[in-house]
């Protein structure tokens, strides 16, 4: 367990950083408020130690100002428990207030601070676990099971968040729709199964371009692809420039083509191709289901074009 002990007075943090480290405990240190919330930033500890009387910054403020920088992080609490000399009830009232948890003299007894850590070693545990808990089922309900892409769900949040900043910036948007051409038609003569491993490879295809474009590309590296629902598709490319959309549609088409499965009822081609619209718009303004609407209309064209292809500029 790391610890973040807050105190100003060097006697008491050489005596309390001993004891700690007696304990097993990694201990790091700070000489004021401001400080501590700095290093707390940078060490993220599993343990806050405060004093109450410092200069520059006591620590009840501190404390309001750790919990602000959790409460912009997901599923964020550190325990903070305040070290005085002065365990009055005022203090005790203000100190959870302030965002403490728990109230502790300096020069508490070693058995009780002992059980103290140890309790407090075992939230830290079972904090940690909750977290990677959290993390699995924030994964599990932002990930299309069948692809491994992000889902509907997902992509409609990122979209929106990054629509949200190239409106407000001013800058480009781009996005595309992608759609499997006959792909009823595959899983009528492959079945289903197949048509789910053809789904998968597809969605593999398009995520190694899109990954690729955010490598090679200056303007952009939040360019993604989420499954739109069956064998749709959809690419959203902010900050870039419509000849690179055009290009990364060309790409995706391209490398669908190349992986070459077989699919005898795509008349003209008889293996998996793919259609693609696309709409870039250079100052991003209105509303983001414009845009879809109008990739559709695209996406529409394209397979009007006879499909195995893109069609992005208007």
Request: proline share 2%.
């Amino acid at each position: 367990m790391k610890i973040l002990l807050v105190d100003d007075a060097r006697s008491v943090v050489m005596v309390m950083t001993s004891r700690l480290a007696s304990y097993g405990y990694d201990v790091v240190s700070a000489a004021n408020g401001q400080v501590g919330v700095e290093m707390f930033a940078k060490e993220a500890p599993d343990l806050v130690l405060m004093d109450v009387e410092m200069p520059v910054m006591n620590g009840f403020e501190a404390a309001n100002r750790i919990r602000a920088i959790e409460a912009t992080q997901q599923w964020a609490w550190t325990p903070i428990l305040f070290l005085t000399s002065s365990d009055t009830v005022e203090n005790l009232v203000t100190a959870i207030e302030a965002g403490g948890d728990d109230f502790m003299s300096k020069y508490v007894p070693e058995p009780v601070l002992n059980a103290k850590m140890k309790a407090m070693s075992r939230i830290a545990s079972l904090r940690q676990s909750l977290t990677r808990a959290n993390q699995k089922l924030q994964d599990l309900a932002s990930v299309d099971g069948l692809t491994g892409l992000c889902n509907r769900r997902s992509m409609d949040m990122r979209a929106d968040n990054l629509w949200t900043q190239a409106v407000t910036g001013q800058r480009s948007f781009g996005i595309l729709m992608l759609d499997i051409d006959n792909f009823k038609n595959y899983n009528d003569r492959y079945g289903h199964q197949s048509g789910d491993d053809c789904l998968r490879h597809v969605a593999l295809a398009i995520d190694r371009v899109v990954r690729q474009f955010n490598v090679t590309q200056e303007q952009t590296t939040d360019a993604f692809v989420a499954r739109y629902g069956g064998e749709e598709f959809a690419v959203m490319v902010p900050h870039a420039s419509e000849s690179s959309l055009n290009a990364l549609a060309q790409s995706i088409v391209q490398e669908v083509r190349a992986l070459a499965i077989e699919h005898e009822k795509n008349d003209d081609w008889r293996q998996v191709t793919i259609s693609v619209g696309g709409v870039w718009i250079e100052k991003a303004s209105g509303a983001l289901v414009a845009m879809f609407r109008q990739a559709d209309a695209r996406l529409y064209q394209a397979k009007q074009q006879g499909r195995n292809c893109a069609v992005t500029l208007a």
